[in-house]
């Protein structure tokens, strides 16, 4: 199922790999404020989480990739960037 959630998902433009919790937790709330809906990449076993997920154990060597929908990329990043 994974597979089929990676490959079919809206979800398409990676805008931003966050490095640790602390740096992910930041851009989230960032995009959430704003409105933009995206999905997460975690370490995990490269399960799709939605923002509303609980977060894996914290770590800072956990890499984040943050993937939002091709018409939200540019909103994306003004959020995350302000």
């Given at each position: 199922m994974r597979w089929f959630s990676r490959f079919f998902s809206s979800h398409k433009c990676l805008v931003y790999i966050a490095i640790g919790h602390e740096a992910y937790a930041r851009v989230?709330?960032?995009?959430?404020?704003?409105?933009?809906?995206?999905?997460?990449?975690?370490?995990?076993?490269?399960?799709?989480?939605?923002?509303?997920?609980?977060?894996?154990?914290?770590?800072?060597?956990?890499?984040?990739e943050i993937y939002v929908k091709p018409e939200d990329?540019?909103?994306?990043?003004?959020?995350i960037h302000r």
């Amino acid at each position: 199922m994974r597979w089929f959630s990676r490959f079919f998902s809206s979800h398409k433009c990676l805008v931003y790999i966050a490095i640790g919790h602390e740096a992910y937790a930041r851009v989230a709330a960032k995009l959430q404020q704003h409105g933009v809906s995206f999905r997460t990449k975690s370490p995990l076993g490269n399960v799709w989480q939605h923002a509303s997920n609980t977060l894996p154990p914290r770590s800072e060597l956990f890499t984040y990739e943050i993937y939002v929908k091709p018409e939200d990329e540019a909103k994306a990043h003004q959020a995350i960037h302000r």
